[in-house]
C-alpha cells in the first residue's frame, strides 16, 4: 500500500516498469507462486538522519531475547527511525511442513506463563 501519508516516498520506491524496490532480495516459488525473500541487497540502513546501522544483530538479539519470535525483520532506509516486523513461532503442518495459524506449544505456554494469555492462534495472540 506504500508509506503511510507520504507519497512521494512511495512513488519513488517503483521504477519505470511498476517494481517496488524494498532494497531486499528474493525469489518464487516455482510450485506455488509464492515470493521467498532470502537476504537484503545491502547489509547496512542508512536512516534520513544519515546514521548507518547493522540490522542483523538486532534481529538477532530480539530473537535470542523473546523466545516466542520466529522471525524478526529491522526496516527503516531513509527514515527517522528503525521498525521491526516480528513474528510468532507457529506449529506446523506434519504432512506439508508448512506453518499453520496455531502456536506452537512453547510459545502457548509461554503465554499462559509470563502473560497470562490463553491465546492458542496467531489471530487469538493478535
Not at 513474528?87 to 502473560?115: I, Q, Y
Amino acid at each position: 500500500m506504500g508509506y503511510l501519508n507520504n507519497d512521494k516516498v512511495t512513488w519513488d520506491s517503483f521504477d519505470s516498469e511498476g517494481f517496488f524496490h524494498t532494497g531486499d532480495s528474493g525469489y518464487l516459488e516455482k510450485a506455488d507462486g509464492n515470493l521467498i525473500l532470502s537476504g537484503r541487497i545491502k547489509e547496512l540502513i542508512i536512516t534520513s538522519g544519515g546514521e548507518n546501522v547493522a540490522p542483523e544483530p538486532i534481529e538477532m538479539a530480539v530473537k535470542d531475547l523473546c523466545p516466542i519470535v520466529s522471525n524478526c525483520v529491522v526496516v527503516g532506509e531513509r527514515q527517522r527511525y528503525l521498525s521491526a516486523l516480528l513474528t510468532l513461532r507457529v506449529a506446523t503442518n506434519e504432512t506439508t511442513g508448512l506453518p499453520t495459524k496455531n502456536l506452537s506449544p512453547d510459545v502457548v505456554l509461554f503465554l499462559v506463563t509470563k502473560l497470562n494469555s490463553t491465546s492458542k492462534t496467531v489471530q487469538e495472540a493478535c
